[in-house]
């Protein structure tokens, strides 16, 4: 049982890495269409 | 769209419209389904937005207001602006975030304007730049859910400790991650709600945000100090709370977000430039720089710039733009002509009246916005606000006052905060974007988008249905009816290289019929006329004769045939006609044209009642007249001057392919070259109202339920950990039951 004491704080960063990852993948405009992309592959 | 319809704002999209044609890519055109981002707002800020000046001294504005969440944000806006010392009128449209805005220049300048509205939390910008989506809503949903999931497992490993107790300080370990991890949820991923809640209270109106706020800040405050003094907590419930809201809350920003970027790309029709003739040299100029007394030259193919007098040479003007009637009329010296029409042959000089909001179409489309700018109505949701913020009040300090006199306040306070918690209206809050959603969706997808939800559910109260002729229940445009296979060889021959609709009507027919083009030489267009030219060594010329009759002449004059041309009713015509009758409707059919060509057109359509012989003015009078008489009406029509009537009715159903403008002041566009989206629309309308009337009743019956269980002291956090995910997903579960509801009544029909 002591090994929570460890391994939930390393869980929740690794979580907050991803979430991090998220807030720049947002912030540099990945998600602000959503609709075009999925078409424009199709077209390829 | 393709570009080809459309006009240019400048040489630069002109030629980048050809790069990109050049490369292949036109169907960029066809397929994208916003338009491509602006760059940032000019620098020179608010001077750069277009202001009118006004006869009395006060000047004039739009903007474009975003972050409007509900009707009563325009309330605050309007309210707050008019009450600003020096601002004359403020008027904020919440289906297009569009604000008119009058002030008198001397007491205040549209930037402290602006700037107000800025401080009242929404964000203002000039019209025409693109909206943002918002960034931040994604962010806030995106670390809602991941603390939300984080939490969610602490206190499932809470919750499975009340069956194999853990120790102590694993239990505090949990208990503060799970407080630390809900902490920016509850302060950052809320604001939104609390901003709304503080706006709403600020001008003491109670809608929705306030209930969902105050339950976000009772499950955090109660998390705080419950976590301080070991007890359990309804983290768990927050975050799960706040994701859900906020999903629902994007869902219906994205929604209007599209309806309002199809309404700003069809705005602009009237070319930006002209080619004005002075002293002999012709120089092209910006429309703005255009004024009454210049002279404009137009060639065939082009559009008018302005409206005035043909001074010198004939053509023939396609004034689809303002009647609608795709039939071209010929015009000559002193005829008039206006802004928006196409010349399609020949060559005039066109001595200028009027130009931009000075013209027919200028004026046209300035009351169209007018119409267009109404606000819209609160949900029911919201209307349920007030009562049920003050019920879940009562209940709770019953509850307390009873449980702290019949087992001590110790006893009393966790069992008051059940209430509250089980209280929150997150399903309520759900309810009605989500089945909106779903129901807008189901329409789009047959053809038919509407503005907003309102307009959607409006069509189900409709019993009375009235068509316009020309573009709505016909193709509105010309195709041949009847021809002789030589005379529609020759015929074809001659027309094959003019855009005239006759002569591609004719061309497309005799490819239809397989009849080989002969090779024409000589081919001289007479403007207003017709074309003539010789084909297999014979002279012929091709003579327009009224309507809808074009006659082949040999050379010296003598009839050699004739080809009928007719516009026809559409395919699906019938069927929807009949499809809208078995709901209950009743069909009109509404013309300028002939009596007998009316009915005629009706009788092919399935139409029993036509009102023919209307003005456009009078077909408004008539749409108010019976909505007078109590009958809820949608009219569908597709020219301009179909326009008050679609703004009089209760729901106006645009024709994409017909006048720009009309799509503005409409409730719902007809994406597709059809009529069937309109019976689509009324199903999926019925499917909506259904599952709003459902998905409320089912929310409202998971609160009274789980209150009453909260009050009588049978919730604890576990319970409503599952209780709430459950109400909410039942509402979830129903709005996705829209679609199915309509295939199934799809089914039914056919």
């Not at chain 2, 009605?432 to 129901?439: E, F, Q, R, S």
């Not at chain 2, 004719?506 to 030489?521: D, N, Q």
């Not at chain 2, 604890?716 to 995910?725: D, I, T």
Request: aromatic share 4%.
């Amino acid at each position: 049982m002591n090994a929570i004491v460890i391994l939930l704080p390393i869980a929740i960063l690794l979580g907050a890495v991803f979430a991090v990852l998220f807030v720049v993948a947002v912030s540099r405009g990945q998600f602000d269409d959503l609709d075009d992309p999925p078409r424009r592959m199709l077209q390829d | 769209m393709e570009a080809a319809a459309d006009a240019y704002c400048c040489a630069g999209c002109e030629l980048a419209s050809e790069i990109i044609r050049g490369a292949g890519l036109e169907r960029y055109y066809a397929e994208r389904t916003a338009y491509a981002p602006r760059p940032e707002p000019l620098a020179g800020g608010w001077s750069a937005v277009p202001v009118a000046g006004l006869d009395d001294g006060s000047c004039e504005a739009r903007l474009m207001v975003d972050g409007l969440r509900c009707a009563s944000c325009v309330w605050v806006v309007e309210n707050i602006l008019e009450a600003t010392p020096g601002v004359t009128l403020a008027h904020v449209s919440y289906a297009t975030g569009r604000a008119t805005l009058r002030w008198d220049p001397a007491s205040v300048t549209l930037g402290d304007i602006a700037g107000r509205i800025s401080a009242l939390g929404y964000s203002p910008r000039a019209l025409g730049e693109e909206s943002r989506p918002d960034r931040g809503l994604m962010l806030r949903l995106g670390v809602a859910a991941f603390a939300a999931m984080n939490v969610m497992l602490l206190h499932a490993s809470i919750y499975t400790g009340w069956l194999d107790p853990m120790e102590h300080r694993f239990l505090q370990l949990f208990r503060w991650t799970a407080l630390v991890l809900s902490t920016p949820v509850a302060i950052w991923c809320a604001s939104p709600f609390f901003a709304g809640a503080i706006a709403g209270l600020k001008n003491r109106v109670l809608h929705m945000d306030v209930p969902i706020a105050l339950g976000v800040a009772i499950l955090y405050g109660h998390g705080l100090v419950a976590t301080l003094l070991n007890h359990e907590t309804y983290l768990d419930s927050l975050g799960m709370l706040v994701a859900l809201l906020l999903a629902g809350r994007m869902l219906e920003a994205r929604g209007r977000r599209r309806a309002a970027e199809a309404a700003v790309s069809l705005a602009a029709s009237v070319p930006h430039a002209a080619r004005r003739v002075s002293a002999g040299a012709v120089e092209t100029v910006p429309v703005t720089e255009l004024g009454a007394g210049d002279t404009i030259d137009v060639g065939p193919g082009e559009e008018l710039a302005a409206d005035g007098i043909v001074v010198r040479g004939r053509g023939a003007l396609q004034r689809a733009l303002l009647t609608g009637e795709a039939e071209p009329v010929s015009v000559e010296s002193g005829d008039r002509v206006e802004a928006g029409t196409v010349l399609m042959d020949g060559a005039i000089l066109v001595r200028v009246l009027a130009v931009g909001g000075e013209t027919v179409l200028g004026r046209m489309a300035a009351q169209l916005q007018e119409a267009a700018d109404r606000g819209s109505e609160p949900t029911a949701a919201d209307r349920i606000a007030p009562v049920f913020t003050a019920a879940t009040l009562v209940v709770a300090a019953l509850t307390f006052t009873g449980w702290a006199l019949h087992a001590g306040i110790a006893h009393a306070l966790p069992i008051t905060v059940a209430v509250l918690v089980v209280a929150c209206p997150c399903a309520l809050a759900l309810s009605h974007p989500l089945a909106a959603a779903a129901g807008l969706g189901a329409s789009a997808r047959r053809g038919l988008l509407f503005r907003s939800s309102d307009a959607l559910l409006g069509l189900d109260d409709v019993d009375l249905v009235a068509l316009d002729k020309t573009g709505t229940v016909t193709e509105g445009a010309m195709a041949v009816a009847s021809a002789e296979d030589c005379t529609l060889r020759i015929a074809a021959g001659l027309e094959r290289h003019s855009i005239h609709p006759i002569a591609r009507a004719i061309v497309a027919e005799a490819a239809r019929r397989g009849i080989p083009l002969p090779a024409a030489g000589h081919i001289r267009e007479v403007p207003g006329i017709g074309v003539e030219g010789t084909v297999d060594g014979l002279g012929w010329r091709l003579r327009t004769g009224g309507a809808g009759v074009v006659r082949l002449e040999n050379a010296s004059g003598d009839g050699a045939g004739e080809i009928r041309l007719s516009d026809g009713v559409r395919r699906d015509a019938r069927g929807t006609v009949e499809a809208l009758r078995s709901r209950g409707l009743e069909v009109v059919l509404l013309t300028g044209d002939h009596p007998d060509a009316a009915r005629t057109m009706a009788d092919a359509a399935g139409i029993t009642q036509c009102v023919a012989r209307v003005t456009p003015d009078e077909k408004a009078v008539w749409v108010r007249a019976r909505r007078d008489e109590g009958r809820r009406i949608l009219f569908a029509g597709d020219g301009l001057n179909d326009g008050p009537a679609l703004a009089v009715a209760d729901v106006g159903v645009a024709m994409a392919t017909g006048a720009a403008s009309t799509v503005l002041v409409a409730d719902g566009v007809i994406s597709s070259r059809a009529l069937a989206p309109l019976a689509a629309g009324f199903r999926a309308a019925h499917a909506c109202r259904i599952v709003i009337r459902r998905n409320l009743h089912r929310s409202l019956a998971y609160n009274v339920l789980a209150v009453g269980a909260a009050a009588a002291g049978f919730v604890n956090p576990l319970v409503a950990a599952v209780l709430m995910p459950l109400s909410s997903g039942l509402v979830i579960w129903g709005a996705s039951r829209v679609e199915a509801m309509v295939r199934r009544e799809e089914a039914r029909a056919a």
